[in-house]
Structures are given as structure tokens and as C-alpha cells.
């Protein structure tokens, strides 16, 4: 009965790691491929084909050698190899991320051989205990089918168990890095308890591990990192370039998020686009704007500045972005209120009458599809004030409008206008309003502008121009931007 105890002991913390595991890679990948829905396809995909394999191969082992000995000690070689993930995860990926980018092939390759290459094999290890323990603990045909379930039940309850771990403890106190560690030495000590104390030094090697420090995912080729952290969605850094800006770079550091000039309000950027474009709609200075996706508040700052009396609520969903805009970005205004929140959730429950609305949430190339439906169109044109104009930035592959292409249709579904600013090679504004829009209504407005803006109108008005026409629109039933962005990404590629 000890010795069957044991086992369930051990299938239960095999299962814990098993599925810990799957939930820990993902959050690993996510600063390098993204979390969107074609990584966590890839993720779960994997894992489950390694399982499958193991359960596969842990039936031949234990036909062959059917030892505590040989089960245990097959275990532990999985929490070592589960111990080293973290450690040549960050090189690996920077590696996997240079080369897929010189060929542009895209999150879903990236994250499939990034999953590939990190935990088939101790998973697929850590499959193959369970039907290895089955073979040691049916003692005749008779109990077979009784002792199968309450094993397989125990593993099930041990990979739930992992999962609400994982995510709700251990990545959000101790980080991912030493969550994978966690999880090893669990299963190196379970292994060591049947192997005996001669293989001790194993698990206090793993255990001696969870001290070292954390390291980073990348630093910048272009000017100093004068801040770093991990927060509980993403990898941020500030960095300070040579001429004195700051930029903001999330995870993969592919694309800026925020970007402060000392001195100045202005970018040079789209940034400055996203204040001077709802003019084409706009007859006044507005009054209630919203942004969301603030990050560390580049249009914040600007609106306060060059419309003081207007009320700016800047969303965005991880608030120590926020917390990084005050410090290093001169996040601040007259009458500026910052929220912490998703900003479709946020919207719903506003009260809405805003002039306008900025859309500046899409991280491409992973962008949240439930800001890029009908559904979520017809919410803003309910929140927007008579006359009012909402703004959306999209970031694309250069020379592909695909998925401008599909926002614009989506967009056209909600308002009677829609037109569009290409102001950069890689970031194309678009326009939606149920009042006219037109280059001669911002050539119109100049004079009631601050002179800056003035300036950039004029310029703006020669590049406006109508929606890019034949997109689909998307639904929040069906809305495959992962998909679509991927395929972009592959078909630039294939033209270089």
C-alpha cells in the first residue's frame, strides 16, 4: 500500500509540472512571439503531442523495466531538463527572433518551434510516467480498471492543480523564471524519495538555482536601458537614446510605444497625427477626449498640453506602464485621469459623450481582435459625442494593408465616414465619424489650431485621402487578425 501511495504521490506533482509547464512557456514566449491566440494554439498543441507520445512511450518502458527505480529516475532527468528551460529560453529566443525576422516569417513558426525546442521533451517525459506508475501499481487484471482510474484521476487533479498554481501564484509572486524552477524541484524531490538520498545533490542543484538572478530579454541597440521590468502582462524597457529621447519598448522591443522628446510635445511621429487627424472631422476644440492603450501617455501629454481645458482619460490595461509614463515620460496634465482597465470593458462603462476617441491598443503584430469588430465600432460611435471622431493607429508589415484594409470595412459598418492618414511606411491612420471628414475641413480648422498644430495640419491635409476598399468585417464572433497578420507577414517575405 506505501509503495502505491507513493505513486499516486508521484503522478500527482508529475501533473502539477506537466501542465505548470505549458502555462510558464507561454508566458516565457509571450515578450518575444506574443500571447495572442495562434502562440497559445501552438503552446497547447505541443504540449499534448508530447503527452500523447509520453503516455505512448511510457507504456513500452515499463514493459521493459518495470522498476521504481527506472520510473523515478526517468523523472528526474524531466525536472532537469524542465530546471534548464528558463536559462537557454532568453538566448534561444533572441536567436530564433533575429532569424525569423531577416526571412519575416511570423508568431506562428516562431512560437511553434520555440515550444518545440524548449518542453516536447520533459513533457513528453513527464507523460510517460503515468502509464509507467499504472503498470507498477495494478497488483492483478482483477483491480486493473479501479487502480487506472484513481491514477489518471489523481495526475488530472495534479495538472489543475499546476494550472491554478501557474497562474494565479506563482508567475504573478516569484516570476516565470523561477515558477519553471518551482515546478522541477517538486518533481526532483518526488524522484528522490523513491530513488533514495544518493541522488539528493540533484534536487539542491535545482534548488540552488531558484537564487540566481533574472535576466533580461534584450538590451537596446540604439542608446542606453535606464529601466527594465517585467510587469504581470509584458517586458518593458525605457530607453534612452543619444540625442536625450526616451522610447518605450514592449517585449520583442520590435516597435516603440511611447516616445518623449525633452522639451518638446511634439514626436514626429504618428503620435502627432493622432491629435491633428480628428480635425478633419472636428468643428472645436474638443472638450472629453479618451485614449486607449495610453502606455505611458505620449498622446496624454500632448492633448493636455495643447487643449488644457479638455478632460483626458488615458486607458490602458497594465498599469505599471503607467506608473513608467510618470517617472520617465512627464506623464501629467491639467485635467488628466489615468485608469487601469481594458479598454472595451472601460468604454461600455463610461458615460461617453466624448469628442474623441483614440484607438491606440493594436501591439502589432498581435492585436486585440475585440477592438477591431462591429461590435466594438458601434460601442465607440454610442460613446462619441455629436460630431465627435475616433481615431485608430494601425501598425502593419510595410507595403501590406491587409489589415487596414479589414479595420476600415469594419469601421465603415458603424460610421458614414471613414478615411484614412498612410503617414508612415508601417503606421496608417484611419478616421471614423458620422460628421463630414474631409482635407478641407483640417485645411479649414488651422486657425483655431495652436501654431505647431497648425503646421501639421497643413501637412496632414495633402496626405488624407478616402478608405482602402474590398476588406472583410469582422465580427467578434469571427475576427482572425492573428491569422490574417501572419499571412501578411509571410507574404511581404515572399516578395523580398
Same mark, same amino acid.
Given at each position: 500500500?506505501?509503495?502505491?501511495?507513493?505513486?499516486?504521490?508521484?503522478?500527482?506533482?508529475?501533473?502539477?509540472?506537466?501542465?505548470g509547464?505549458?502555462?510558464?512557456?507561454?508566458?516565457?514566449?509571450?515578450?518575444?512571439?506574443?500571447a495572442?491566440?495562434?502562440?497559445?494554439?501552438? !503552446?497547447?498543441?505541443?504540449?499534448?503531442v508530447?503527452?500523447?507520445?509520453?503516455?505512448?512511450?511510457?507504456?513500452?518502458?515499463?514493459?521493459?523495466?518495470p522498476?521504481?527505480?527506472?520510473?523515478?529516475?526517468?523523472?528526474?532527468?524531466?525536472?532537469?531538463?524542465?530546471?534548464?528551460?528558463?536559462?537557454?529560453?532568453?538566448?534561444?529566443?533572441?536567436?530564433?527572433?533575429?532569424?525569423?525576422?531577416?526571412?519575416?516569417?511570423?508568431?506562428?513558426?516562431?512560437?511553434?518551434?520555440?515550444?518545440?525546442?524548449?518542453?516536447?521533451?520533459?513533457?513528453?517525459?513527464?507523460?510517460?510516467a503515468?502509464?509507467?506508475?499504472?503498470?507498477?501499481?495494478?497488483?492483478?487484471?482483477?483491480?486493473?480498471?479501479?487502480?487506472?482510474?484513481?491514477?489518471?484521476?489523481i495526475? !488530472?487533479?495534479?495538472?489543475?492543480?499546476? !494550472?491554478?498554481?501557474?497562474?494565479?501564484?506563482?508567475?504573478?509572486?516569484?516570476?516565470?523564471?523561477?515558477?519553471?524552477?518551482?515546478?522541477?524541484?517538486?518533481?526532483?524531490?518526488?524522484?528522490?524519495?523513491?530513488?533514495?538520498?544518493?541522488?539528493?545533490?540533484?534536487?539542491?542543484?535545482?534548488?540552488?538555482?531558484?537564487?540566481?538572478?533574472?535576466?533580461?530579454?534584450?538590451?537596446?541597440?540604439?542608446?542606453?536601458?535606464?529601466?527594465?521590468?517585467?510587469?504581470?502582462?509584458?517586458?518593458?524597457?525605457?530607453?534612452?537614446?543619444?540625442?536625450?529621447?526616451?522610447?518605450?519598448?514592449?517585449?520583442?522591443?520590435?516597435?516603440?510605444?511611447?516616445?518623449?522628446?525633452?522639451?518638446?510635445?511634439?514626436?514626429?511621429?504618428?503620435?502627432?497625427?493622432?491629435?491633428?487627424?480628428?480635425?478633419?472631422?472636428?468643428?472645436?476644440?474638443?472638450?472629453?477626449?479618451?485614449?486607449?492603450?495610453?502606455?505611458?501617455?505620449?498622446?496624454a501629454?500632448?492633448?493636455?498640453?495643447?487643449?488644457?481645458?479638455?478632460?483626458?482619460?488615458?486607458?490602458?490595461?497594465?498599469?505599471?506602464?503607467?506608473?513608467?509614463?510618470?517617472?520617465?515620460?512627464?506623464?501629467?496634465?491639467?485635467?488628466?485621469?489615468?485608469?487601469?482597465?481594458?479598454?472595451?470593458?472601460w468604454?461600455?462603462?463610461?458615460?461617453?459623450?466624448?469628442?474623441?476617441?483614440?484607438?491606440d491598443?493594436?501591439?502589432?503584430?498581435?492585436?486585440?481582435?475585440y477592438?477591431?469588430?462591429?461590435?466594438?465600432?458601434?460601442?465607440?460611435?454610442?460613446?462619441?459625442?455629436?460630431?465627435?471622431?475616433?481615431?485608430?493607429?494601425?501598425?502593419?508589415?510595410?507595403?501590406?494593408?491587409?489589415?487596414?484594409?479589414?479595420?476600415?470595412?469594419?469601421?465603415? !459598418?458603424?460610421?458614414?465616414?471613414?478615411?484614412?492618414?498612410?503617414?508612415?511606411?508601417?503606421?496608417?491612420?484611419?478616421?471614423?465619424?458620422?460628421?463630414?471628414?474631409?482635407?478641407?475641413?483640417?485645411?479649414?480648422?488651422?486657425?483655431?489650431?495652436?501654431?505647431?498644430?497648425?503646421?501639421?495640419?497643413?501637412?496632414?491635409?495633402?496626405?488624407?485621402?478616402?478608405?482602402?476598399?474590398?476588406?472583410?468585417?469582422?465580427?467578434?464572433?469571427?475576427?482572425?487578425?492573428?491569422?490574417l497578420?501572419?499571412?501578411?507577414?509571410?507574404?511581404?517575405?515572399?516578395?523580398?
Amino acid at each position: 500500500m506505501s509503495r502505491i501511495r507513493f505513486l499516486y504521490a508521484l503522478v500527482f506533482v508529475v501533473g502539477t509540472g506537466s501542465l505548470g509547464a505549458e502555462i510558464a512557456v507561454a508566458r516565457l514566449m509571450a515578450p518575444f512571439f506574443g500571447a495572442s491566440t495562434i502562440v497559445w494554439a501552438n !503552446t497547447i498543441g505541443v504540449v499534448l503531442v508530447a503527452l500523447s507520445l509520453g503516455y505512448w512511450l511510457g507504456g513500452r518502458l515499463a514493459d521493459r523495466d518495470p522498476s521504481l527505480a527506472g520510473l523515478c529516475k526517468m523523472v528526474l532527468a524531466a525536472a532537469i531538463l524542465l530546471a534548464a528551460v528558463p536559462f537557454v529560453a532568453r538566448p534561444f529566443f533572441d536567436i530564433s527572433v533575429e532569424a525569423l525576422d531577416s526571412i519575416s516569417a511570423g508568431a506562428f513558426a516562431g512560437s511553434l518551434l520555440a515550444v518545440l525546442a524548449l518542453v516536447a521533451v520533459p513533457v513528453l517525459m513527464l507523460g510517460a510516467a503515468s502509464p509507467y506508475a499504472l503498470r507498477l501499481a495494478v497488483p492483478d487484471v482483477e483491480h486493473a480498471g479501479r487502480t487506472a482510474g484513481r491514477l489518471y484521476a489523481i495526475s !488530472t487533479a495534479g495538472s489543475l492543480a499546476g !494550472t491554478m498554481l501557474s497562474s494565479l501564484l506563482l508567475i504573478p509572486v516569484v516570476g516565470t523564471q523561477r515558477t519553471f524552477l518551482a515546478f522541477a524541484l517538486a518533481i526532483a524531490l518526488a524522484a528522490v524519495a523513491g530513488l533514495g538520498w544518493r541522488f539528493a545533490p540533484v534536487a539542491a542543484a535545482i534548488a540552488a538555482a531558484i537564487a540566481i538572478p533574472v535576466g533580461t530579454v534584450k538590451g537596446s541597440e540604439d542608446g542606453a536601458v535606464i529601466y527594465e521590468t517585467e510587469t504581470e502582462t509584458q517586458y518593458a524597457q525605457v530607453v534612452e537614446e543619444p540625442d536625450g529621447d526616451r522610447v518605450l519598448q514592449l517585449n520583442e522591443g520590435q516597435a516603440i510605444h511611447s516616445l518623449y522628446k525633452p522639451g518638446s510635445y511634439l514626436t514626429g511621429r504618428y503620435w502627432d497625427g493622432l491629435i491633428v487627424l480628428p480635425f478633419a472631422a472636428l468643428e472645436r476644440p474638443p472638450e472629453r477626449v479618451a485614449i486607449l492603450g495610453n502606455a505611458a501617455g505620449t498622446a496624454a501629454r500632448m492633448y493636455g498640453h495643447y487643449f488644457p481645458s479638455a478632460r483626458v482619460d488615458g486607458v490602458e490595461i497594465d498599469g505599471e506602464l503607467t506608473e513608467i509614463g510618470r517617472r520617465f515620460f512627464d506623464l501629467a496634465g491639467p485635467d488628466l485621469h489615468t485608469h487601469t482597465a481594458d479598454a472595451r470593458p472601460w468604454l461600455r462603462r463610461s458615460d461617453g459623450d466624448y469628442d474623441v476617441i483614440v484607438v491606440d491598443a493594436y501591439r502589432q503584430p498581435y492585436i486585440p481582435f475585440y477592438l477591431a469588430t462591429s461590435e466594438f465600432f458601434d460601442l465607440v460611435r454610442e460613446k462619441l459625442a455629436p460630431g465627435g471622431a475616433v481615431v485608430v493607429n494601425i501598425g502593419h508589415p510595410e507595403g501590406n494593408d491587409d489589415l487596414e484594409r479589414a479595420v476600415a470595412a469594419t469601421m465603415a !459598418t458603424a460610421f458614414s465616414t471613414v478615411i484614412r492618414d498612410p503617414l508612415e511606411d508601417s503606421n496608417t491612420l484611419l478616421l471614423g465619424s458620422e460628421a463630414p471628414a474631409s482635407p478641407e475641413r483640417l485645411l479649414a480648422a488651422i486657425g483655431g489650431l495652436p501654431g505647431e498644430l497648425g503646421n501639421l495640419a497643413a501637412i496632414e491635409s495633402q496626405r488624407i485621402g478616402p478608405m482602402l476598399a474590398g476588406g472583410p468585417v469582422y465580427s467578434d464572433d469571427r475576427a482572425p487578425v492573428e491569422w490574417l497578420i501572419d499571412k501578411s507577414i509571410l507574404s511581404y517575405a515572399s516578395d523580398r
